[in-house]
């Protein structure tokens, strides 16, 4: 087995929590009195166009929420969804520690709004330890279109055969393992603790 050199990951599920994501929706419409269905199926129709880098923040809140007057704004809005992102303290130093001792190059493949990607890597100081982000609203792709695999793989110069992917999606990972990536699906820490010790990373 080669020796891994580099080690893709996503954000949400494996470094963080995923942020704005099902459970966040529907306390918020409970905090700010919303229509909850409503609410939920004007995400799904326009949450692609916003990962995609095609709509700003305050595009896609005025197309979920602010479509008609509102009693609280923008702002407040906006406070409560990067307030739902929080820290996986212990992935984040495994993936510290390994880059550290086996001089791994770190990359992020994540599907995530510009802004809220922003503040997830400022918030977090995740551009400490990852050496460059593949986020689908800077490259205009999204998992799991390969592309944007593929657009990670060419900017990393990396050996697929020596590459690792780890995403808490099962299909994200099927799709990397497509490209030649190897794949770890992310369950909890001492699961993907023990897969990547499997692949001779070991802390």
């Known amino acids: 087995m080669k020796k891994i050199t580099t080690l ?3 954000i949400g599920g494996v470094l963080l929590t995923n942020g704005w994501d099902r459970k966040a929706r529907g306390e918020a419409a409970v905090l700010f009195n919303l229509d909850s269905v409503d609410l939920e199926e004007r995400h799904h129709l326009t949450f692609d166009t916003y990962e995609v880098g095609k709509l700003t923040l305050d595009e896609y809140l005025e197309r979920i929420v602010f479509f008609e007057e509102r009693s609280f704004t923008y702002d407040d809005f906006k406070t409560f969804m990067f307030k739902k992102s929080l820290p996986y303290p212990e992935m984040i130093q495994l993936i510290c520690d390994l880059k550290k001792k086996y001089n791994l190059k770190v990359a992020v493949i994540s599907n995530e709004g ?3 990607n922003q503040y997830r890597i400022n918030t ?21 279109d390969a592309d944007i695999f593929k657009v990670a793989i060419d900017i990393s110069q990396s050996d697929v055969e020596t590459s690792l992917y780890i995403d808490d999606r099962m ?5 990397a393992e497509g490209l030649g990536l190897k794949g770890i699906y992310h369950t909890t820490y001492e699961d993907s603790k023990a897969q990547l010790a499997a692949y001779g990373l070991e802390v």
Request: proline residues 3%.
């Open 8 to 10: 893709f990951t996503d």
């Open 171 to 175: 299909l994200f990972v099927q799709v």
């Open 124 to 144: 977090f100081k995740l551009n400490e330890f990852v050496d460059f982000f593949v986020s689908s609203s800077f490259v205009h792709f999204r998992k799991p």
């Open 114 to 116: 510009r802004e809220l």
